[in-house]
């Protein structure tokens, strides 16, 4: 329960976690949210303390702080296809695009990687959303074996896309822009890196963006 977060939420938006008072700041994406009843969600992958310390918490815990929602919105306009692309926790964030997009007026397209079938989640949900879920696993037990980028480059190439929109880890962000840089449909990607404020405050999160400093927390 968050109902303030609940209440300003936007697609593409995050918030700052800490588990304890002594946690690390950790940034996740805003996955789904209900102004009413004053929840959000997140998908949480558990992969070193922070995640794990989340993981320990039972139905009733509290998180010591919870801050958000940061980051600017993603900017949804009626494009004609959204081809919209999650890997690993970004199958999570993508469902608030996906929604957006659909409102918008444009027909979604969902690509979801996993290196297994077994890691695969939030299928159902995003078939109801979208008008098409295409699936990409990294040892073929389900779907196309391969990755998102694969799929993007053959949307593009095909005239099926009018807009990418990819989140993932940053290598999957570097190779789906290498596989589409020369195809002609503009491409989005989620960059994440280490935050600690998240208000531009820190310089933590300085990337380079066309040779310009810019932080992923405030500009991203
Ligand atoms: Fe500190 Fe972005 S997290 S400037």
């Given at each position: 329960?968050?109902?303030a ?7 593409g ?6 588990v ?5 700041r950790v940034?996740?994406?805003?996955v789904?949210?209900d102004a ?12 070193g ?5 989340i993981?320990?918490l039972q ?10 929602p940061?980051?600017l919105?993603?900017?949804?306009e009626?494009v ?5 692309a ?13 929604r ?5 007026g ?5 690509v979801?990687?996993?290196?297994s079938s ?7 949900e995003?078939?109801?959303l979208?008008?098409?879920?295409i699936i990409?696993?990294?040892d073929g037990s389900?779907?196309r074996?391969g990755?998102?980028?694969?799929v ?6 095909e ?7 990819a989140i993932?880890c ?11 840089r020369?195809l002609?449909v ?5 960059l ?8 531009g405050m820190c ?6 963006v066309?040779?310009e400093a810019r932080f ?5």
């Amino acid at each position: 329960k968050a109902p303030a977060v609940a209440r300003h939420a936007k697609p593409g938006q995050f918030i700052i976690v800490m588990v304890t008072e002594t946690s690390e700041r950790v940034p996740f994406t805003l996955v789904d949210w209900d102004a009413e009843a004053g929840t959000i969600k997140l998908v949480i992958e558990e992969v070193g303390r922070s995640s794990g310390e989340i993981a320990t918490l039972q139905a009733g815990d509290m998180l010591a702080h919870v801050t958000g929602p940061l980051g600017l919105p993603l900017i949804i306009e009626k494009v004609g296809t959204v081809a919209l692309a999650g890997g690993c926790y970004g199958i999570g964030a993508i469902y608030p695009l996906a929604r957006a997009y659909k409102e918008a007026g444009n027909r979604v397209v969902c690509v979801i990687e996993a290196c297994s079938s077994y890691t695969l989640y939030m299928e159902n949900e995003l078939r109801e959303l979208c008008d098409e879920v295409i699936i990409v696993t990294k040892d073929g037990s389900r779907g196309r074996k391969g990755g998102v980028q694969d799929v993007f480059a053959d949307l593009a190439r095909e005239g099926k896309a009018d807009q990418l929109v990819a989140i993932g880890c940053t290598f999957m962000m570097k190779i789906v822009c290498d596989a589409t840089r020369e195809l002609g449909v503009p491409l989005q990607v989620a960059l994440n890196p280490i935050m600690v404020d998240g208000t531009g405050m820190c310089g933590a999160c300085r990337i380079s963006v066309g040779g310009e400093a810019r932080f992923a927390c405030v500009d991203g």
